[in-house]
C-alpha cells in the first residue's frame, strides 16, 4: 500500500511524464485485480474489458489538473473494487444480453463432479451473496479485513462476522471434508 | 456470536486452493486495451507542468516582495551622520573631520565643529558637560 500511496502523490503532484508514469505501474499492477473483479459480476471478457477501462477512467478523474486530488486512506484495492463491482453491475444491467442478477459469482462456474475442488464453486454459489463476497475478498484477493470493511463499506464487525458465517458453512460442508479427508 | 476477531481466521490451504481454482476465470486483457487506458493517462497529465511552475500565487507575490524589499535596501542613500546629541550612536572623530570638510570656510560652524571634537575626544564619559 505505501507504495501505491508514493504513485498516488505522484499522480498527485508530478509533472505530465511523472504521473503518466506512475499512473502506468498503478494500471499494471491492479489491472488483473480489477478484471477478475469485473469477471465475477459480467459473462464474458468484453464486458470485463469494458469494466476495467471504466475504472481506471474513474482513477485518472481522481487527478484533476488543479487541486488535492486522491488521498489514500486504505489499499487502492479498496477504492478500486466498488468502482469495478459497480461499474460492472451497472453495465449488466444496461445490457440485455445478460441475465439480471446481483451473484457475485458468474453462474457458469465449472460443475460438480466426484472431487472435493470441483464442488466448491457449488458450495460458493450456495453461499449467501454478502458472505461469498466477503470470503472472496478474503481468500482469493487476499484483502485485509479492514480493506474489506472499507471497499464494502460496512462496518469492521460486519466483515468478521459475515466472514466467521461462511467459513464455518464452508468448514462443515460434505465438500470440503471431501477435499480435506486423506 | 462468536467468531475469531482476528485476521487469521484460517483455512486448509487446499480449501483455498480450491476457491482461487474456483475463481480462475483467466482474464485476457488485450493489448489495444492497455494502450487506451495509457494513452488516456498520458492526455490527462499532458498538460502538467514540472513542479516549480505550478507553485501556488502567493510563492510568487512573497518572492517579488523579498526582491522589492532587496532593491529598495541597495537604493537607499547612506544616512547622513547625525551629530547631534539625539544621535543614535556617539560621534566620532571621523564624523567630526566630515562635519569639517563640509562646513569648511563657516565661521559659525567652526565653533560647533572644535566643541564637538572636544567632546569626542576627551576622556570623560560621553555627553557628560565639559
Not at chain 2, 543614535?88 to 571634537?117: F, M, N, S, Y
Request: hydrophobic share 45%; proline share 7%.
Amino acid at each position: 500500500m505505501n507504495d501505491d500511496v508514493h504513485l498516488v502523490e505522484i499522480c498527485n503532484h508530478g509533472d505530465a511524464r511523472d504521473a503518466a508514469n506512475a499512473f502506468e505501474t498503478l494500471y499494471k499492477r491492479h489491472k488483473d485485480f480489477v478484471i477478475r473483479v469485473a469477471l465475477r459480476f459480467v459473462p464474458d471478457n468484453d464486458s470485463a474489458l469494458d469494466v476495467l477501462q471504466e475504472t481506471f477512467t474513474y482513477l485518472l478523474r481522481k487527478f484533476p489538473p488543479i487541486g488535492p486530488g486522491l488521498t489514500l486512506t486504505a489499499s487502492l484495492t479498496s477504492l478500486l473494487y466498488p468502482v469495478a463491482k459497480n461499474s460492472a453491475l451497472t453495465l449488466r444491467r444496461k445490457s440485455d444480453r445478460f441475465p439480471h442478477s446481483d451473484d457475485v459469482l458468474p453462474d457458469d462456474l465449472p460443475t460438480a463432479t466426484n472431487d472435493g475442488a470441483s464442488d466448491i464453486p457449488v458450495l460458493l454459489r450456495g453461499l449467501p451473496v454478502e458472505r461469498r463476497e466477503v470470503l472472496v475478498l478474503r481468500f482469493i484477493d487476499d484483502l485485509s479485513l479492514q480493506d474489506i470493511a472499507t471497499a464494502l463499506n460496512i462496518p469492521l464487525g460486519t466483515v468478521k462476522s459475515r466472514l466467521h458465517l461462511a467459513l464455518k458453512t464452508l468448514r462443515e460442508s460434505p465438500e470440503a471434508k471431501k477435499l480435506l479427508s486423506p | 456470536m462468536t467468531h475469531n476477531d482476528d485476521e487469521t481466521e484460517e483455512l486448509p490451504d487446499a480449501l483455498i486452493e480450491a476457491l482461487k481454482s474456483a475463481d480462475e476465470a483467466v482474464p485476457l486483457i488485450t493489448a489495444r486495451v492497455d494502450r487506451e487506458v495509457l494513452k488516456m493517462a498520458r492526455d490527462q497529465f499532458a498538460d502538467r507542468k514540472p513542479a516549480w511552475r505550478r507553485r501556488p500565487a502567493w510563492t510568487a507575490v512573497a518572492a517579488t516582495a523579498l526582491i522589492a524589499i532587496f532593491v529598495v535596501q541597495l537604493d537607499e542613500p547612506t544616512q547622513q551622520v547625525n551629530l547631534s546629541m539625539q544621535a543614535a550612536r556617539p560621534a566620532d572623530i571621523t564624523d567630526v573631520l566630515k562635519l569639517a570638510r563640509e562646513r569648511a570656510g563657516d565661521p559659525a560652524a567652526q565653533v560647533e565643529i572644535d566643541a564637538l571634537a572636544m567632546r569626542v575626544v576627551s576622556l570623560s564619559p560621553a555627553g557628560a558637560s565639559q
